[in-house]
């Protein structure tokens, strides 16, 4: 397997791979990783769609992308997914799988259509003081100090950054600043996760820096992520015959280890007849997803409190058990045995009463029944005691919504903290509490609020115990290789799959990791789409400086008449265009920084 740039083999077809014929693929796990290996083992590797069974615990694929309405409930979305143009893989994935919304294009055309017809920002990023517009003028306000530590983070070597907290690297001038506000609530952080994650994130998405205050960075899904992703992949499947086999609960997978090589020889599994597995031939492939984000989620109601499910969690114990038998495998308990740092706390509200849209709509400054962008990303209500974010994508979210409903998707990060008006802990707090507290953050009146949360909406609480588990600090080996060295026939999926060319928490690196395990094991020749180079682009870095100074030019120390040198010096040079293009340093006899360049790089 290798690691391929541009549209030269980004639109050529690989060769069919010898004695692919003969071959089987068993996967563990109905989740984004394992439909697109799927997927990838039918269209690269040219494997016949009968010969691969995807198994999955529940009755439904599609893993985290989920989107349901449940009838006693109301709707549920337990988080969203935020997409951008460079996820390489997911989008060469796409291009395959027909749309389901417009006839003869694929859901890559129907995405690209959508987003450039309608496209995503914020018009009010973060709020304060019951729904009032914070007015952060989209800026990262980072002092000297704070611009100091990001540029040492960056600089950091992969080692230096291993095991560390994000509160160890950075002071609390940057944790104080607007640019971590934006930063953890869009990606989840804690001041108590990766070091090295953080780090990584800085590097994949250099290209995004200055869309983070208004979310311009961003794309979404027609619909919920169930009904715009996974049924077309689903139904694609489907048609080329792959099996998928539900409610079976795969509870181990057996080896044999012959020196430095390895293969895999049987599943084990549990479904409704009991205890049952399957046999791996020499032909058969065993590809996994191991451990889980929403693992042991539980759903509240209007009137229940979901509840900390801290108990026996298949997913985690799978990877267990298979960590114990070789040394490569990883190790899951890194992630998985905190739940007090790895937990939050989600709630999907469907609004019913013709009151509450209007709030909406004050924030958003857009009509939320228009069908298109609303908010454009999370709002934050930045003095919010469990530093609450909303959002409320294109409407309807779900197709089955009746036409004055709105969904809207509420998280919390500090889950534990009693509230600002309802005084209780939102673990603690039961679905109609929630819209109590995202009511009084929209700036509701206070009077009205109880009426409004009891008969004009209904929600639905999830709590995650693991939401964020792939956030722990962490160093080399605790994940294992998507295919280890040695294997014959086995390869892991998924968020805690190692491939160092990515960044977990996407849907890319889902899809990353299983064209990257389908290709090594069927001996794919075609390269794996590169991850975007911006963080090697002279162009980005130096957009990306200009913009967390929040547009101040640097300031070259010494006299007048020495900096005139310089500028002279610099004048009629390409690097002198590219500092002052970028607004690095200002014009040749500006006395005033020039205006960014917040359009995209030519």
């Given at each position: 397997m290798y690691y391929s740039n541009g549209n030269y083999e980004a639109f050529a077809r690989p060769r069919k791979p010898e004695g692919v014929d003969d071959k089987s693929a068993w996967i563990v796990g109905g989740g984004l990783a394992g439909m697109a290996a799927a997927v990838f083992l039918v269209r690269d590797g040219q494997m016949a769609g009968d010969r691969i069974t995807i198994i999955e615990e529940l009755m439904l694929p599609g893993g985290a992308l989920d989107g349901i309405k449940y009838p006693d409930k109301g709707f549920v979305i337990r988080g969203g997914r935020e997409m951008e143009d460079h996820m390489e893989c997911l989008?060469?994935?796409?291009?395959?799988?027909?749309?389901?919304?417009?006839?003869?294009?694929?859901?890559?055309?129907?995405?690209?259509?959508?987003?450039?017809?309608?496209?995503?920002?914020?018009?009010?990023?973060?709020?304060?003081?019951?729904?009032?517009?914070?007015?952060?003028?989209?800026?990262?306000?980072?002092?000297?100090?704070?611009?100091?530590?990001?540029?040492?983070?960056?600089?950091?070597?992969?080692?230096?950054?291993?095991?560390?907290?994000?509160?160890?690297?950075?002071?609390?001038?940057?944790?104080?600043?607007?640019?971590?506000?934006?930063?953890?609530?869009?990606?989840?952080?804690?001041?108590?996760?990766?070091?090295?994650?953080?780090?990584?994130?800085?590097?994949?998405?250099?290209?995004?820096?200055?869309?983070?205050?208004?979310?311009?960075?961003?794309?979404?899904?027609?619909?919920?992520?169930?009904?715009?992703?996974?049924?077309?992949?689903?139904?694609?499947?489907?048609?080329?015959g792959v099996r998928l086999r539900f409610r079976t609960s795969v509870t181990d997978i057996d080896f044999a280890f012959d020196g430095d090589t390895f293969r895999a020889t049987r599943i084990e599994w549990t479904d409704a007849d009991g205890a049952g597995g399957v046999d791996l031939g020499e032909d058969d492939l065993c590809l996994a997803i191991i451990?889980?984000?929403?693992?042991n989620s539980d759903n509240g109601d209007q009137e229940t409190a979901p509840v900390i499910k801290a108990g026996p969690a298949p997913a985690w114990d799978l990877w267990?058990?298979?960590?114990?038998?070789?040394?490569?495998?990883?190790?899951?308990?890194?992630?998985?045995?905190?739940?007090?740092?790895?937990?939050?706390?989600?709630?999907?509200?469907?609004?019913?009463?013709?009151?509450?849209?209007?709030?909406?709509?004050?924030?958003?400054?857009?009509?939320?029944?228009?069908?298109?962008?609303?908010?454009?990303?999370?709002?934050?209500?930045?003095?919010?005691?469990?530093?609450?974010?909303?959002?409320?994508?294109?409407?309807?979210?779900?197709?089955?919504?009746?036409?004055?409903?709105?969904?809207?998707?509420?998280?919390?990060?500090?889950?534990?903290?009693p509230g600002d008006f309802v005084k209780k802990p939102m673990q603690d707090c039961t679905g109609e509490e929630i819209t109590q507290e995202w009511l009084y953050h929209m700036g509701v009146p206070t009077d009205q609020i109880p009426e409004l949360a009891a008969s004009g909406a209904k929600c639905v609480p999830v709590m995650m115990p693991y939401i964020t588990s792939f956030f722990m600090p962490r160093k080399a080996g605790d994940r294992p290789q998507v295919v280890p060295d040695g294997s014959a026939n086995f390869a892991f999926l998924g968020q805690f799959a190692e491939t160092t060319r990515d960044t977990i928490f996407t849907t890319e690196y889902s899809v990353r990791t299983a064209m990257e395990a389908v290709y090594q094991l069927l001996g794919v020749d075609r390269g794996v789409p590169e991850v975007f180079n911006s963080t090697y682009d002279i162009r980005y870095l130096m957009k990306g400086m200009a913009r967390l100074r929040d547009g101040e030019t640097v300031d070259i120390p010494g006299p007048n008449f020495l900096k005139g040198r310089l500028y002279d010096r610099l004048d009629n040079t390409q690097m002198g265009e590219l500092l002052t293009d970028f607004g690095v340093i200002p014009a040749h006899g500006d006395t005033a920084p020039r205006p960014r360049h917040d359009d995209a790089i030519a």
């Open positions: 989008w060469d994935l796409f291009r395959t799988i027909p749309s389901i919304e417009i006839e003869g294009a694929s859901v890559l055309d129907e995405f690209f259509w959508l987003n450039k017809d309608d496209p995503n920002y914020s018009l009010c990023r973060v709020t304060e003081k019951q729904g009032q517009d914070a007015h952060t003028n989209k800026l990262f306000t980072l002092s000297e100090k704070a611009q100091k530590d990001i540029t040492k983070v960056i600089l950091a070597t992969r080692e230096e950054m291993e095991d560390k907290r994000i509160d160890e690297v950075f002071g609390e001038d940057f944790l104080k600043s607007n640019f971590w506000l934006y930063w953890r609530t869009m990606f989840a952080f804690e001041e108590w996760h990766s070091a090295l994650e953080m780090k990584l994130y800085l590097h994949r998405f250099m290209h995004h820096i200055g869309g983070l205050p208004d979310l311009s960075a961003l794309k979404f899904t027609k619909y919920n992520q169930f009904e715009s992703i996974v049924i077309p992949m689903y139904n694609w499947l489907q048609e080329q451990g889980s984000l929403t693992e267990r058990k298979l960590a114990a038998k070789r040394d490569d495998f990883g190790r899951p308990e890194v992630f998985c045995s905190d739940i007090d740092k790895t937990k939050w706390e989600s709630a999907t509200v469907t609004t019913i009463d013709e009151r509450i849209p209007a709030y909406i709509e004050r924030i958003a400054q857009r009509d939320p029944f228009s069908g298109k962008v609303v908010t454009g990303g999370i709002v934050t209500a930045k003095d919010s005691s469990w530093l609450m974010s909303w959002t409320v994508n294109r409407q309807p979210h779900f197709k089955a919504q009746k036409p004055n409903e709105i969904v809207v998707w509420v998280y919390g990060l500090f889950v534990e903290t």
